[in-house]
């Protein structure tokens, strides 16, 4: 299936406020996706490729940049059709261990509670994809039975074959811990630099808005 229909309510992508801990943001019914990883894999230069942004999220050469939770509005018409959250990272080696607990601690709390979360989109570099930290994260995750898109990113940094063994790597660990992760977990190559592997993850997430129906026909 193509994503023209989530193309286009992409681009009513609009900041809609930061956070420094997640009990700040409200309760809501809107429908949210997380976009978490570890320190510098690149979820919010993924954020602003896939909203074909330049500057939407603060991305950095400096690990540890994005610090507060910044959540992004999806609008069509006025309406508001979901949320993106973009994550401050995990395993950020700057900070001592203490911090860096108290914020795997944080995460873990969102990911299991959060009312409204839709789904997870976990970006991790795809020469080092899915690492203990990741597979923490999506254990911890698992017990929701919400879908996972694991985006493999910086795939630019690798060569087509590498490319193809890093994605069954992934797929491979996939599919062991199918049994801890409950929902569905689709797995997909991306380069925030190249600006490819938008549609996948496009189609995820506009699935799990609900929005592959009738509603994105008639967007
Ligand atoms: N080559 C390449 N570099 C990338 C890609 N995506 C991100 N980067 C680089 O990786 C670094 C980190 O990117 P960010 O998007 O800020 O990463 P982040 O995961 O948001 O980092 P934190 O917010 O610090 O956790 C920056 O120097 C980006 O330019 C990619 O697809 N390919
Ligand atoms: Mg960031």
Known sequence: MEAPDLDRWISGVQFWRSASQMKQLPRSDIPEIAIAGRSNAGKSTALNVLCHRKKLAFA????????????????YKEAELGRLVDLPGYGYAQVDKATQRAWE????????????????????DCRHALGPL??????WFGPRRLPVHVLLTKADKLTRQEQQQALSKAGRIVREQEEAW??????????????????????AMSSWMG??????AEI
Do not use: W
């Open 60 to 75: 950095s050469k400096t690990p540890g940049r994005t610090r507060l939770i910044n959540v992004f509005s999806l609008l």
């Open 105 to 124: 601690v944080e995460l873990a709390r969102y990911l299991a509670h959060r009312e409204n979360l839709a789904g997870l989109i976990l970006v991790t």
């Open 134 to 139: 990741d597979v923490q994260m999506l254990d």
């Open 182 to 203: 409950g929902g569905a977990v689709s797995v997909s190559l991306f380069s925030g630099l190249a600006r490819t592997g938008r549609d996948p993850v496009l189609q």
């Open 211 to 216: 929005l592959l129906g009738d509603e994105a």
